[in-house]
């Protein structure tokens, strides 16, 4: 991913897979990124458009994959997600705004979209909610006063979320699929142009914390955990009920709740496997963070011995020289000397020679 220039508003699109990111970001700047019909994801790295114009601005929008992607944990996204923006912070570039994109049409906003806003405003942080526009798309597909409706309590409701996030400054649109809908959202993040720094810039960058010690990452540990309770909770209550349903001589019963027991003690299984991993992960990163640190700290060592060995050297040779010439002057100066004191012996010597000769 090339270098975004200074000039340009860069503004990041995140969200649960499916939300239509990429299609909005298409639509936008008139580019072709691959994208889904369902909810397998199709964006598979942090993806910057060309810069393309608002109103003689220069903006490049940025293509996230989702928390609930279909190839790979939470934890590689978030690794994904925050490289891209520790390395822009580190270039001095900061977001112009945040895009996080919800379904209007979905029923409700479940699990799955919560995870992904609760980690979204533990990625950016409190202070920067006022640069974010929660984008509720897919109007489309659902009667208009539900939309309303649903819009309503994404408004109202606290356990949702949305409502806080929009009391600390956040902005709630709504994208109709239309161009018109795609310019104003773009204009009012143009409009409203404060570029900050995110908490998870400022934990990598400024505080130098590994991407495992950041707000995010914990929010991640902690749903993986009310997960895998969930997970443990679910099992237990279906072992109960295998019980009750052994004692009542249910054997088809039993049997579907053993089958559907172990399908949740694998899944337990998997989630911590899975906490393991990104955990052994982190730590690697960790080590080869400091491996780095202590290699490029040997090199400035060795090169600054050999910057004083060098400058050792030169001065020593300073010093021969200016000996040599010294030593030169010197004889020079005791070859005068002779010479003017044997001139008068010469010329008396010649006269001798005229006078007697």
């Known amino acids: 991913m090339g270098r975004i220039g200074e000039e340009t508003a860069t503004i990041a699109v995140m969200g649960a897979t499916g939300s239509g990111k990429t299609t909005f970001i298409n639509l936008a700047s008139n580019s072709s990124l691959p994208t889904s019909n369902g909810l397998r994801s199709c964006t598979e790295v942090v993806t910057a458009t060309t810069p393309f114009d608002i109103d003689g601005r220069r903006v490049v929008l940025v293509d996230t994959p989702g928390f609930d992607d279909t190839t790979r944990s939470d934890s590689d996204i978030l690794k994904l997600i925050a490289d891209f923006l520790a390395s822009s912070y580190k270039d001095g570039h900061k977001l112009a705004g945040l895009l996080f994109f919800h379904r209007i049409s979905d029923f409700r906003m479940g699990g799955i979209s919560l995870k992904n806003f609760r980690t979204f405003r533990k990625l950016c942080g409190e202070q920067t909610l006022r640069n974010v526009v929660l984008v509720t798309n897919m109007w489309g597909s659902v ?141 690697r990163e960790r080590l080869e963070r400091e491996r780095l640190i202590l290699a490029q700290e040997e090199a400035r060592r060795i090169e600054a011995a050999r910057i004083q060995r060098d400058h050792e050297l030169a001065l020593a040779e300073q010093r021969r020289v200016a000996e040599e010439a010294r030593r030169r002057q010197m004889e020079e100066e005791e070859r005068l000397r002779i010479a003017l004191l044997q001139a008068p012996r010469r010329k008396k010597r010649r006269g001798l020679r005229r006078l007697f000769g």
């Open 143 to 283: 009667n208009p006063q539900v939309g309303a409706q649903r819009e309503q309590e994404l408004l109202t409701q606290d356990d949702l979320g949305f409502k806080s996030a929009l009391e600390k400054g956040a902005k709630m649109m709504r994208h109709d699929g239309s161009g018109q809908s795609v310019s104003d959202i773009l204009r009012y993040i143009l409009g409203n142009n404060n570029p900050m720094a995110l908490q998870i810039q400022r934990e990598i960058v400024d505080e130098r914390k590994d991407v495992s010690q950041t707000a995010a990452a914990d929010e991640i540990e902690r749903e993986l955990r009310a997960e895998r309770e969930r997970q443990k909770a679910e099992a237990e209550r279906i072992r109960r009920e295998m019980e009750a349903a052994a004692q009542a001589r249910a054997e088809q019963a039993r049997r579907q709740l053993e089958a559907e027991a172990w399908r949740r003690q694998q899944e337990v299984a998997r989630i911590e496997a899975e906490r393991r991993r990104a955990q052994e992960q982190m730590e």
